[in-house]
């Protein structure tokens, strides 16, 4: 990390900093095509092979993170690359669903990123890296959104979410296990910038509440009216208390997200997709479940 904050600081740097993450980028590539993918599920393989990816994973978030964070716009394409790099699942032999597994690193990239972002109100960041980013979709050819390619259900069948290797599975205590365990591995990643539980906390789920808005839109611009929403910002809340918490995690957005160009720059829009959240939120068996 410390070469990359050296690197940001001086413009003279840029090459270097350019070459250092696509390298980094490129290694964590080429590990996840190497990394044989499951041919059944296997509770302690799978849970290796989640560990595994994190492991694989662990030295490019942290460059990332720091470039959210310190950096400036013109750095951000390095973001949007690793993205645009990792979330492309290639071809390979094997049950769809466990090749989906390896878009897990992309995703964990979109929760550190999106957060120390977020810390820093770096709103175009964000609008870019869930609304505007793409991935090739090998199956079909196509650049479809990220965000439809990278989310909690597509990475990992729900089905297995009670095998991630966390204390805490599926139950009526925690019905959002997946969002849960990326909790506790985003505390202690984005403990430097965010050493205070309560920050942090506020800005999982603010930064979860703008992961949910988006992926509705985009369900909308995809014509796929979604049930669910990635997001479990809400779920940890007392249920009379949700109104509350959407006007509080809502206030002072509006403005922030329409200029930094989310819902294409419409409050119309902007009003028609929080009125669409706010009905999926009148069930909470919507929600990841």
């Known amino acids: 990390?410390?070469?990359?904050?050296?690197?940001?600081v001086e413009t003279k740097y840029r090459i270097r900093l350019h070459d250092l993450i696509y390298d980094e980028i490129e290694r964590v590539w080429q590990e996840l095509l190497i990394t044989p993918v499951l041919d059944h599920f296997d509770a302690s393989e799978f849970q290796k092979q989640i560990k595994q990816y994190e492991a694989i994973a662990e030295k490019l978030?942290?460059?990332l993170t720091v470039i959210a964070y310190h950096g400036e716009e013109e750095y951000y394409y390095l973001i949007y690359r690793a993205i645009e790099r990792l979330g492309a699942i290639y071809r390979q032999t094997g049950d769809s669903e466990f090749l989906n597994l390896k878009g897990y690193i992309a995703l964990l990239i979109l929760y550190s990123v999106g957060i120390s972002g977020l810390s820093k109100?770096?709103?175009?960041?964000?609008?870019?890296?869930?609304?505007?980013?793409?991935?090739?979709?090998f199956t079909t050819e196509d650049n479809i959104s990220a965000l439809v390619k990278i989310n909690i259900f597509?990475?990992?069948?729900?089905?297995?979410?009670?095998?991630?290797?966390?204390?805490?599975?599926f139950s009526e205590t925690n019905p959002v296990p997946f969002?849960?365990?990326?909790?506790?591995?985003?505390?202690?990643?984005?403990?430097?910038?965010?050493?205070?539980?309560?920050?942090?906390t506020r800005l999982f789920d603010r930064f979860e509440f703008l992961l949910s808005?988006?992926?509705?839109?985009i369900g909308e611009q995809y014509s796929q009216h979604y049930f669910l929403l990635p997001g479990c910002y809400l779920v940890r809340k007392p249920k009379d208390r949700w109104d509350e918490m959407y006007e509080e995690l809502l206030k002072g957005f509006e403005s922030d997200l329409i200029k930094a160009g989310f819902f294409d720059g419409d409050p119309k829009r902007f009003i028609e997709v929080m009125g669409g959240v706010k009905n999926l939120l009148n069930d909470k068996a919507r929600l990841n479940l």
Not at 184 to 190: C, N
Not at 191 to 200: G, R, T
């Open 121 to 137: 109100k770096k709103y175009k960041l964000l609008s870019t890296l869930l609304s505007k980013t793409q991935v090739r979709d």
């Open 61 to 63: 978030l942290k460059m």
């Open 154 to 169: 597509t990475v990992i069948n729900h089905n297995y979410y009670r095998y991630l290797p966390f204390p805490f599975p």
């Open 213 to 217: 808005v988006t992926f509705y839109d």
């Open 179 to 200: 969002n849960n365990y990326l909790y506790s591995l985003m505390r202690p990643l984005l403990s430097h910038i965010l050493p205070d539980e309560f920050d942090f």
């Open 1 to 8: 990390m410390a070469t990359v904050k050296r690197y940001l």
